[in-house]
């Protein structure tokens, strides 16, 4: 206050934001370094007022100290090269900021931690000066104006030991160095830091290139649980350091004690390098806004999150106590008594002791948050239920304890993947993975329902995995999935065989959404749409292979853990497919038309049949599709490789369908079927509305308008939804011969039944009174009778019993085997008679307490399906 006479005055007049905007232009009749000193030194005073007053919040304050850290370091920067090579711009010479500075979390007495990097292509160099001893120079001379004291301060101490290997580098590095260190030597600690990076001062261009190249090393796509073990061995290393009988009160580190900040950041900083890589939400540098990030995503319970939050800005609030006192660059409360009630009076309150027992809570309920991410580790080990020797007699004999079946044929199998048998575990790093996991997972393996089919597709998962090392670290941090692996393995053979491609799957399942039902289309379309800076079509449809994969396997999950109905999980599948259509035509669009521009007044619409269409896909269908677009024929795209409308479209088409169905490095997707389009395999891949109408009325057969009662419009803007939802109400709502449809349809289901047998002897669609005569009995009942027409078959089947021409029977007996059908996809493809310990699954499912009454319910179902048939065609040949 004394070195800055009328401050206060002009704050108490003015405001803050209004003193805040005279300081960013005050003083400037001195040299920079004059300048930079007295208005950090005005600045820390304003925010000091005004944090006390409670007027800026700590959030407010320390982006306000970090903003003018980067204004300081750019004007240190612009006087450098000016003062060096005058005619040149600020180029080649970049400032990226770490830690505090990174994410704009600076405190009032904070140290800036940046990393210096140069291009030596481009830095501006004096005559006969090589570019890295000029790089030198200008790091010194930038540290000697920010960190050097003078009668008015200093602007800012910089700190550059988070440069690589910083004990032998020099202080600026050239960037494809510093790129190579990170993507080859890098530690765990360094990749933490870079969570909080930026590009902070000087060229702009260069640093944002050095953050992109390097965004892979700090957001890695596979998630790494054992990046908890190496911050619970460095949390140990700081607590050992700075805590040994220390307890809260006098002389106690707000920053690295037990329950202080660090623990804070370092909870944060964990779940996001493990989930940042698949989730870009995450990818944010304040603490205060990852917090909730991962707490949106499931990822941290909410209440934990707000916990952290709120005791995270009560410890930095009291930093900044501290700090206020002397600009001392201390953490610890003061050992003094009257220091202690000195800055607890600064926060307002009584004494010392006042102010300890306010920090008692904060530190309480962050240890004992941050205790439980360290001791997930150990926790799982200590849960271990089998002891493993080596030997393979003392083996056998653990695991006939552990009441694993047929023990000395499964000891020579465990001693067959130590041994090497298994690619996945022959590196060091693989086998320590496997064998600190393996006492609990053959625990798990002693509960499953089916013993012997969940270690022989463990086996086949090992065998086909190329890598096992974060498979084994996140059971290892998250036991409970064990359960849910045993279930997979014991149950689902699908799900088996795409965990044994794509071991990752497991990740999806360790967020508290895992178990919800996915959302709307919309925004399953967002999901998908997330890229990378940079990424190309190829990469973009790996992306919606390998989110589809896991959205997928999750939903499958959770029909076998009996967590959701299986026709809401049917919905769930076929909103995914619906939402991977959208985003893969909108990429596919993109590339076409780069070539061969738009097609004026007309657009692409993507209709969908069958079970797509009826919105409940089961985890095996594929996608019956139809192709059409808008407009009159003969128009011609506006691009360089112009295309009349037909081949535009059909071209298009082609594009559309190679984006969902041909394997890329990430795999398949899904199978599509065009063959429902005008004239069947003999037409067009895509026709014009105009030709769409004009064939369904005048040469459809009454199949086609069977499958047109479940079509529905997946791809298109609202008003050709609208025309093309027209066209069809029109068509299906025309009359039409009674006789001749009745006939009709008796005539391809006798074809169907030829043609195409049942699979086994649980396969509901295709046996007589299954789920095809029951579509076939609601379609002849709204062709012949121009009613209750909704591409949902449930919905349907409801209207046709409002309109009492179908009994609530029906209804029941669809539901019923609706919900087998979907199950038996993943737990009985070949829809034969599963296993007895997958029984009770599918009767839990289906709604029933056994599988004898499963069995006796579809019984009575497909009875009464049949009955209907009978009674509804013969009401029908009666009428003629």
């Not at 304050?61 to 006087?79: E, I």
């Not at 990097?117 to 790089?135: G, N, Q, S």
């Not at 419009?713 to 449809?741: F, W």
């Amino acid at each position: 206050m004394d070195r800055n006479p009328g401050l206060l005055d002009r704050l108490e007049n003015e405001g803050i934001d209004a003193t805040l905007a005279w300081l960013a232009q005050a003083y400037g009749d001195a040299g920079v370094a004059e300048t930079l000193r007295r208005r950090k030194n005005a600045l820390a005073l304003v925010l000091a007022v005004a944090d006390l007053a409670g007027a800026l919040s700590v959030d407010q304050v320390t982006r306000h100290l970090s903003d003018f850290a980067d204004q300081a370091l750019d004007a240190s920067l612009a006087d450098v090269f000016a003062r060096r090579t005058p005619d040149a711009p600020v180029q080649g010479f970049a400032v990226i900021a770490l830690g505090k500075h990174g994410g704009q979390e600076l405190n009032y007495s904070s140290d800036i931690d940046p990393i210096f990097i140069y291009d030596p292509d481009t830095l501006p160099c004096r005559a006969r000066e090589e570019p890295a001893d000029a790089a030198q120079r200008i790091a010194r001379q930038l540290i000697d104006m920010m960190s050097q004291r003078d009668g008015h301060g200093y602007v800012f101490r910089m700190d550059l030991r988070l440069r690589p290997a910083a004990e032998v580098t020099p202080l600026a590095i050239p960037v494809d160095a510093a790129l190579s260190h990170y993507e080859s030597q890098a530690l765990t600690w360094e990749q933490a830091a870079f969570i909080r990076s930026r590009a902070a001062a000087g060229d702009r261009g260069l640093g944002q290139y050095f953050m992109d190249a390097l965004r892979p090393f700090i957001w890695r796509r596979s998630l790494d649980f054992g990046t908890i073990d190496e911050i619970a061995s460095l949390t140990r290393q700081i607590r050992d350091h700075y805590n040994k009988g220390q307890k809260l009160g006098p002389g106690f580190d707000l920053k690295r004690g037990r329950g202080g900040i660090r623990e804070v950041e370092f909870f944060t900083q964990a779940h996001q390098l493990i989930h940042g890589g698949r989730d870009p939400a995450l990818r944010v540098r304040p603490t205060l806004e990852a917090l909730p990030a991962l707490a949106a995503q499931g990822i941290v319970p909410a209440e934990e999150a707000d916990l952290l939050a709120q005791h995270y800005r009560t410890l930095r609030t009291f930093e900044h106590r501290l700090q206020m006192v002397d600009d001392q660059q201390t953490h610890s409360l003061p050992i003094d008594r009257d220091a202690m009630d000195n800055v607890a009076r600064l926060h307002g309150l009584a004494d010392g002791a006042a102010m300890v027992e306010e920090l008692r809570t904060a530190t309480g309920d962050v240890a004992t948050i941050y205790d439980g991410l360290i001791a997930s580790q150990k926790a799982s080990e200590d849960d271990a239920a089998i002891t493993l020797s080596s030997d393979p007699e003392l083996l056998a004999e653990a695991l006939a304890g552990a009441g694993l079946a047929e023990p000395e044929a499964l000891a020579v199998r465990v001693q067959a993947w130590r041994g090497g048998a298994v690619r996945a575990l022959r590196s060091a790093a693989g086998r320590k993975a496997f064998e600190e996991v393996l006492p609990a997972l053959l625990a798990a393996f002693a509960d499953a329902p089916d013993q012997s089919a969940a270690l022989n597709r463990f086996d086949d998962v090992l065998r086909q995995l190329p890598s096992t090392v974060n498979v084994f670290r996140l059971l290892q941090a998250r036991p409970a999935l064990m359960q849910t692996l045993v279930d997979v393995l014991s149950h689902a053979p699908t799900l088996a065989e795409s965990l044994a491609r794509r071991g990752d799957l497991l990740d999806g399942l360790i967020d508290a959404s895992a178990f919800d039902l996915v959302g709307g289309v919309d925004a399953i379309v967002q999901r998908l749409s997330r890229e990378e800076p940079g990424d190309d079509y190829q990469q973009r449809l790996d992306a919606v292979r390998v989110r589809v994969g896991e959205m997928r396997f999750a939903l499958g999950v959770q029909l076998i853990e009996g967590r959701h109905d299986p026709v809401d999980i049917a919905g769930g599948y076929a909103r995914v497919a619906e939402a991977a259509i959208v985003r893969l035509a909108n990429c596919a669009i993109s590339e076409f038309t780069a070539v061969h521009g738009q097609m004026p007044e007309s657009e692409p619409v993507i209709l969908a049949l069958g079970r797509l269409g009826g919105g409940a896909l089961t985890h095996a269908s594929d996608l019956d599709l139809i192709f059409l677009f808008s407009g009159e024929i003969g128009g011609e795209s506006d691009g360089r490789r112009p295309l009349g409308s037909t081949q535009y479209y059909n071209r298009l088409a082609q594009r559309v369908i190679a984006a969902l169905t041909v394997p890329t490095a990430a795999g398949a997707l899904y199978e599509v079927d065009t063959r429902l389009r005008p004239n069947g395999a003999q037409g067009l891949l895509a026709v014009s509305f105009a030709s769409f109408d004009a064939y369904q009325r005048s040469q459809a057969w009454t199949w086609e308008h069977m499958a047109l009662c479940r079509a529905r419009v997946v791809y298109g803007s609202q008003s050709s939804r609208d025309r093309l939802e027209t066209i069809i109400g029109e068509v299906l709502h025309a009359p039409r011969d009674v006789a001749q449809t009745v006939a009709d349809v008796l005539k391809m289901r006798t074809d169907m039944a030829a043609h195409k047998k049942p699979l086994g002897p649980l396969d509901v669609k295709l046996l007589p009174g299954g789920l095809v005569d029951i579509e076939f009995i609601v379609h002849a009942l709204q062709l012949t009778h121009r009613t209750a027409f909704h591409p949902d078959l449930r919905t349907a089947i409801a209207g046709l019993v409002d309109a009492g021409l179908a009994e609530p029977a029906l209804s029941e007996a669809h539901d019923l085997m609706a919900r087998l059908l979907i199950t038996l996809r993943l737990v009985a493809p070949d829809c034969a008679v599963p296993p007895p310990a997958s029984q009770a699954l599918i009767a839990r499912a289906c709604g029933h307490a056994d599988w004898a009454g499963l069995v006796q319910a579809v019984e009575a179902a497909r009875a009464s399906v049949q009955t209907a048939w009978e009674n509804l065609f013969g009401t029908l040949t009666s009428a003629r």
